[in-house]
């Protein structure tokens, strides 16, 4: 095995801005907005933040100069990494790369984002990191073997994350390829992530990616100020490989190593769940769009997945089928699947509303899992799966090879920023009633002003009708709403509703939601 990490610290030091593809610079942008978007979600929604806050506040690492999305506080460098690596991870809605089996943007742009703001780096120093940091983390991950990996207990985002981060880290902070090999080498005591989390829905999962942020800035930090780690860090007799990954393709790391950039393979999730998920939630949604049948007409649903598939989302069957908490239910195929076909898709809202919902729990029942030929031939590249469901007697059968978000089923503009592949769980009605307000609908001199756009409800409803008729119109909306239990809103004055935009205005305007 030739010096790889030697090779790894001359890519680190050496690639440039100018370098990198147009198509790679993009996708790399991309990459990190879907990141900052779960970041903001999961600060304020995902059960375990509020924890993890409470600690780094009693260890006092707040009170720093770099910034956490959504938050109004500043932290320390470490505590930056840490907090926005593990928000950034604590939805499971972050990038993947099939193949390697991780996630790359939590643990590779929270470290290069304190890195960044540690050495005021640019925006295209900062894209540059990024991608440092996803090819020494992908290529090490293809290199060991995600099957393998997992075998021994290691969650590969994490073993490979602390990597990835010190390459991300390291480079805004211009180390020198000799302090690249040192920081590899102080990595490789840093290099750690347990499935066990698996058993009983722990959280660890989440911070195993912050930590490995945190810890990949620590790494770099310390190489920087002359400290010095083993070389070899990769390929040495207690190096990564053989230590954490043997059995793996060790050509994978360096093959096209700066011309070829798997950071265009990672993945993007239309779905808050394990990526092994997702095909068999892409396929229940054709079938279900097919045939347009509803919970009640199915018998009974058997996924086949692959062999690493069944042992993460599908093993063991009946604990899979009575998940107990939100992370349980990330990982249970027969709940991902239960929700998918009482919903239409799976978004991150469905947990609350499915985990204590008994219809949904004793759906659950009816799902089985099983190992699938044609899913195993497609294992790694890809995480396929095989739906086979009885509708009222009449079996159906659906393969998706390839599931939606992955760089050959790539998600259109709209529907990634939209998030959620574009899904609207609701009628268009029912989305216009939920989200809309009428203002001041009885001051004829505002609707003559406005042209009857003061009936926003109406104006959504119908939109091709004439202004003229939607005060006659309102009164059937408003009596519709009311007999199937759905909200109409109406401000009654002119005042009030300026009054409750200006109060909108100011919120949005806090440093809470900014991404500054």
Known sequence: ??????????????????????EVIKRTKLLILDTVGIIIRARHDAESTSSLVSAIDKLEMGNGSCQVFSDKKTYTPSAAALLNGTLAHSLDFDDTHAEASLHSSAPILSAALAAAQMNKSSGQELITAC????ETQIRLGLAGGSSAHYKKGFHPTATCGVFGAVAAAGHLMGLTKDQFISAFGIALSQSAGSMQFLTDGAWTKRSHVGQAAQNGLSCAIMAGEGFKGPSQA????????????SGGDFKKALDGLGKKFETLNLGVKPY????????????????????GFSSEDVENIDIGLSETALNIIGYPLKDKQHPKSIVDGQFSMPFC??????????????????????????FCNK??????EDAEKCCPEYMSAKVKLVVKGVKHEKFVKIPKGEPENFMEDNEFINGDAGVINESYESHQLNT????APTNKLLTWYCGGLNYQVEHHIFPSVSHVHYPAISKIVKATAEEFHLPYKSVPSWGEALRIHQRTMKKLGEPEWSLA
Request: with cysteine; proline share 4%.
């Open 234 to 245: 990769f390929e040495g007799q207690w190096g990564y490989f053989h230590s954490y990954a």
């Open 367 to 372: 799902i089985k899992v099983s190992p699938d």
């Open 272 to 291: 808050p769940s394990c990526r092994y998920s997702h095909a068999a939630i892409d396929g229940i949604i054709e079938l279900k769009n097919e045939l």
């Open 131 to 134: 991608v440092v940091g996803y």
């Open 1 to 22: 095995m030739e010096n790889m990490t030697e090779k790894f610290a001359e890519f680190c030091e050496e690639l440039k801005y100018e370098d990198l593809p147009p």
């Open 337 to 362: 699947a239960a929700v998918t076909v009482k919903s239409g898709g799976l978004n991150w809202d469905d947990y609350n509303k499915h985990l204590n919902n008994n219809d949904t729990l004793s």
């Open 436 to 439: 809309t307000s009428n203002f």
